[in-house]
């Protein structure tokens, strides 16, 4: 069983360019999350999709956004950086039913530092 | 709404030893499900224990139990035989809905 990866590993922007974070969910999970978390703070959820449609949404503005594919990956786009978008990112897959629905397993994380 | 409280930023423990991480939470949602997560240096987000809201028995694994209290909104996690390995945040979190929301962490430091 394959388990949650995600891409790259690390990652160096400048304020105001996009950027793009990949994530493949383990095998047979049909939901992923993706989460920020601050140094010395807890993660904080960003949005969550579910057959290709966002399935809620975290306090995050706009310029957030994502995508799911019929195989379930996933992607997050940030678009305008900002300082304060310096973080660990991470995505998190799950199923939406069963005997442990919800239940969400985390990948490595990127990091993202944006100066 | 949903808030998760973290009360102790650190604690140590001796190796061999049980310690005991509390939590203590808030929501809105009638089903519910508690997670303890643990993060170690590496900042890979680990799966420890989870429990449903509606199942009166606590979940333990392995090493790992926790002790939850419904009516008090009382999550905690005990581990013991303290293992050098256990170093590391620990990230209580509660799922209402389809987000996870964390506590701020504990830090666990392990004495040899």
């Known amino acids: 069983e394959t388990g949650v990866t995600q891409s790259p590993t690390h990652l160096i922007k400048t304020r105001g360019q996009q950027v793009t974070l990949r994530c493949s969910s383990q095998s047979g999970h049909n939901t992923v999350s993706w989460y920020q978390q601050a140094l010395g703070q807890g993660p904080q959820f960003i949005f969550q999709y579910y057959r290709e449609e966002e399935n809620g949404r975290g306090n995050f503005p706009p310029r957030f956004s994502g995508l799911q594919f019929p195989n379930y990956s996933s992607e997050l786009n940030v678009n305008a950086l900002e300082l304060d978008d310096s973080a660990l990112y991470l995505c998190?897959?799950?199923?939406?039913?069963?005997?442990?629905?919800?239940?969400?397993?985390f990948g490595p994380g990127t990091r993202l530092t944006v100066l | 709404a949903q808030t998760v409280t973290q009360s102790q930023p650190e604690m140590s423990v001796q190796e061999a030893e049980t310690v005991t991480l509390s939590c203590t939470y808030d929501?809105?949602?009638?089903?519910?499900?508690l997670f303890w997560y643990k993060q170690p240096p590496s900042r890979q987000m680990i799966l420890v224990i989870r429990q449903e809201a509606y199942k009166q028995q606590n979940a333990t694994e392995n090493r790992f139990s926790v002790n939850f209290q419904k009516a008090a909104k009382s999550f905690s996690l005990k581990i013991s035989d303290s293992q050098l390995g256990d170093a590391a945040m620990y990230f209580c979190?509660?799922?209402?809905?389809?987000?996870?929301?964390f506590g701020a962490g504990t830090i666990l430091r392990v004495k040899s």
């Open positions: 929501t809105s949602e009638s089903d519910y499900y």
């Open positions: 998190a897959s799950s199923l939406a039913g069963g005997q442990f629905k919800g239940t969400q397993y």
């Open positions: 979190a509660t799922l209402g809905g389809n987000k996870l929301v």
